[in-house]
């Protein structure tokens, strides 16, 4: 992801009105907008991946179709999704449900909350690259070679040789990118792979490295701002 990065929605709707409403309120939010014409045939779009918002304009069986493969899809991270629907009762597995005839209004108001949940979520799955080898400490106070390879707001991933056990401490002192300082951290395996990959999560870092990470996250994960307030 880039500062330039801009949300990405499947517009699923044959409707010409609801297309009029709806691309003009994600086009004031900076989305890009991609739109298919049926429910059927939407799910060939969303499985080259990259979609972040999906607004459904409900066609019934075909639709529910759509959602229940989204939510059995295999990606851990699934995008934000939006119904459209003349019925009165909430659509299980839609985060927003839109009534019809959609208003500007209404839309606008819709739109926005499923804006700041993708933010959130982004936010929270978002990692970044780095494959930087370093020295961490395990908790016994012994060496462990390792490379950092990813970091995102829960924790790192990390390669190593040495033999890791799931649950065990490592501290580490990282330097991130453009920081002029090191962090200080200490994370908590949580997965482990025969190739030597790990998955660790944040356990304990001092408030001030933690502002100073918080930091440097935000300016990553910065999207394209949108033309209008959220």
């Not at 999906?54 to 939510?71: F, Y």
């Not at 459209?84 to 839309?107: C, F, M, N, Q, Y």
């Not at 400490?137 to 033999?163: F, H, M, R, S, Y």
């Not at 490592?170 to 997965?191: A, N, T």
Request: with cysteine.
């Amino acid at each position: 992801m880039t500062p330039d990065m801009a949300f990405e929605c499947l517009l699923v709707s044959s409707d010409p009105g609801v297309f009029g409403t709806i691309d003009r309120i994600l086009r004031e939010l900076s989305i890009h907008t991609k739109i298919c014409l049926r429910s059927s045939r939407a799910f060939d779009v969303l499985a080259n991946g990259g979609t972040d918002l999906i607004v459904i304009d409900w066609e019934g069986e075909a639709s529910s179709d759509l959602l229940h493969e989204i939510w059995k899809f295999g990606k851990t991270r699934k995008p934000t999704i939006i119904a459209i629907s003349a019925l009165d009762r909430p659509i299980p597995g839609a985060h927003v449900v839109l009534r019809k005839p959609v208003t500007a209004e209404s839309g606008a108001k819709g739109i926005r909350s499923a804006y700041l949940r993708m933010l959130r979520d982004h936010r929270v799955h978002a990692r970044y690259p780095l494959m930087m080898a370093l020295t961490a400490t395990d908790e016994a106070n012994k060496a462990v070679p390792v490379t950092v390879t990813d970091i995102g707001d829960g924790g790192v991933g990390l390669n190593t040789k040495a033999q890791l056990t799931i649950g065990e401490t490592l501290s580490i002192r990282l330097m991130l990118p453009g920081l002029k300082r090191d962090i200080y951290m200490q994370v908590r395996v949580l997965w482990t792979r025969e190739y030597g990959a790990a998955g660790c999560k944040f356990l304990r870092i001092p408030p001030v490295d933690c502002e100073i990470l918080q930091d440097w996250l935000r300016n990553k994960s910065q999207v394209k701002k949108p033309m209008i307030a959220v």
